[in-house]
T-cell receptor, first 117, second 113 residues
Framework: AQKVTQAQTEISVVEKEDVTLDCVYE???????LFWYKQPPSGELVFLIR??????QNEISGRYSWNFQKSTSSFNFTITASQVVDSAVYFC??????????????FGTGTRLTIIP | DTGVSQDPRHKITKRGQNVTFRCDPI?????LYWYRQTLGQGPEFLTY????????KSRLLSDRFSAERPKGSFSTLEIQRTEQGDSAMYLC???????????FGQGTRLTVV
């Protein structure tokens, strides 16, 4: 069975501080994908990044960066110089190819990030 | 609007009533998913369609739930004899074949009173 753990339920930081959201996953599959989604109050899940299990290179996109470490089964997400617009619930998710090409996602419980102006 | 759209956005119903939700995926996406999200939790997979075929259902999808995608385009999710435990956000997502991400709609928030 697949499992994603986001131990941080809520985080509050002052604007312009850096913040890291932790994600630890469990899977028996050798090929899998990891994701981060952002859920603002409107409810829509906004895709941030997709990573496959063979690519352990860290990635940076503007103020966002991701650290994938297979040895510790972690896929952490850092926001640099946080802004009020970053306030949202962030979900880490895991998928693998099951029957019929179904890349269903297994989500963590989310981390609610509040940026204080 | 080229995103995934869901209708209605909010639904309040009395226990025991039937409800139906609609999802219109991105037009070229042949794969469609339904997820359920309860308060304070992450979304949980309910069911998966590839074109018009429903290929996988979660154990969460009791016999009161039925989903269809009759022409491989829009999908409906019906809940019969609603219970208070059905109160949740129902999210639809779609994607193309191959290594692509899923795009989510804004969801339908169901409240059973």
């Amino acid at each position: 069975a697949q499992k994603v753990t986001q131990a941080q339920t809520e985080i509050s930081v002052v604007e312009k501080e850096d913040v890291t959201l932790d994600c630890v996953y469990e899977t028996r599959d050798t090929t899998y994908y990891l994701f981060w989604y952002k859920q603002p109050p409107s409810g829509e899940l906004v895709f941030l990044i997709r990573r496959n299990s063979f690519d352990e290179q860290n990635e940076i996109s503007g103020r966002y960066s991701w650290n994938f470490q297979k040895s510790t089964s972690s896929f952490n997400f850092t926001i640099t110089a946080s802004q009020v617009v970053d306030s949202a619930v962030y979900f880490c998710a895991l998928s693998s190819i099951s029957n019929f090409g179904n890349e269903k996602l297994t989500f963590g419980t989310g981390t609610r990030l509040t940026i204080i102006p | 609007d080229t995103g995934v759209s869901q209708d209605p956005r909010h639904k309040i119903t009395k226990r025991g009533q039937n409800v139906t939700f609609r999802c219109d995926p991105i037009s070229e996406h042949n794969r469609l998913y339904w997820y359920r999200q309860t308060l304070g939790q992450g979304p949980e997979f309910l069911t998966y369609f590839q074109n018009e075929a429903q290929l996988e259902k979660s154990r969460l999808l009791s016999d009161r739930f039925s989903a269809e995608r009759p022409k491989g385009s829009f999908s409906t999710l019906e809940i019969q004899r609603t219970e208070q435990g059905d109160s949740a956000m129902y999210l639809c997502a779609s994607r193309t074949r191959g290594n692509t991400e899923a795009f989510f709609g804004q969801g339908t928030r169901l409240t059973v009173v």
